[in-house]
DNA sequence: TTCTCATATTGACAAAAGTTGATTTGAGGA
DNA sequence: TCCTCAAATCAACTTTTGTCAATATGAGAA
């Protein structure tokens, strides 16, 4: 079983890579298919597609099949549980108000 | 020059590893001197050296200097801008007409 | 069915990140 | 000054991450 650290970890990992920052950038103005981020972002299809499978993985991306194409788009739930997350980790614990940490 | 998108990755890169999360949650409970954490999180001490080092620099991590020891607590200052980075990569820009993707 | 095209997956490789043990630095005390 | 000790740095190594080219998958069209 995996400890919580590197499940947490895992949602981050969405936001520490440049071009993954670089689709986020992209899918702010709307939900996109993956032929056109690979334009936007001057990248291989195959580097696209890993990319892809972490940012949806950890929830912030979602993908919505249309035929043989794939949009992604931000996804406001997995956004907002990072949010909640991040600001778990770092807030004292005599400040906090409530945790969603390993379902403690 | 760096890109802003390389800059953003480091903040985030606080939060991706398994050893640092256990950091900053040992921290939510109060400053912490290098060697309580060495002892907290079972690790060597060239190791939380260099995790410390990614933790300040990221901002999210503040060090005092107190004779021959460091002393480390979470930032709020630091955190507040990581929530706030975190809030605008997720947050769509205002609704446009829908775009043209893939002949649609 | 077969063809085409968008995307996923694989394997080889390169680059970056993390660990470990040894050494160095630097501040306080003798 | 010299000694001690906490922390930083270094060098060697292992592990993980990311890229590229080739191949596989799977859905729509023919």
Redesign the pocket.
């Known amino acids: 079983m995996e400890s919580c650290y590197i499940q947490n970890?895992?949602v981050f990992?969405a936001f520490?890579?440049?071009?993954?920052l670089k689709v986020l950038e992209s899918l702010r103005s709307g939900e996109k298919?993956?032929?056109?981020?690979?334009e936007d972002l001057a990248?291989?299809?195959?580097?696209?597609?890993?990319?892809?499978?972490?940012l949806?993985e950890s929830g912030v991306v979602s993908?919505r099949?249309?035929?043989?194409?794939?949009?992604y788009s931000i996804s406001p739930a997995g956004s907002a549980r990072a949010m909640e997350l991040l600001r778990e980790i770092t807030t004292p614990l005599e400040a906090q108000e409530d945790s969603i940490c390993c379902g403690r």
Chains 1, 2 share one sequence.
């Open positions: 970890a895992k990992k520490c890579d440049e071009n993954r298919c993956a032929c056109v981020l690979i990248i291989g299809q195959s580097a696209l597609s890993y990319h892809m499978k972490i949806v993908a099949q249309e035929g043989k194409w794939t949009h």
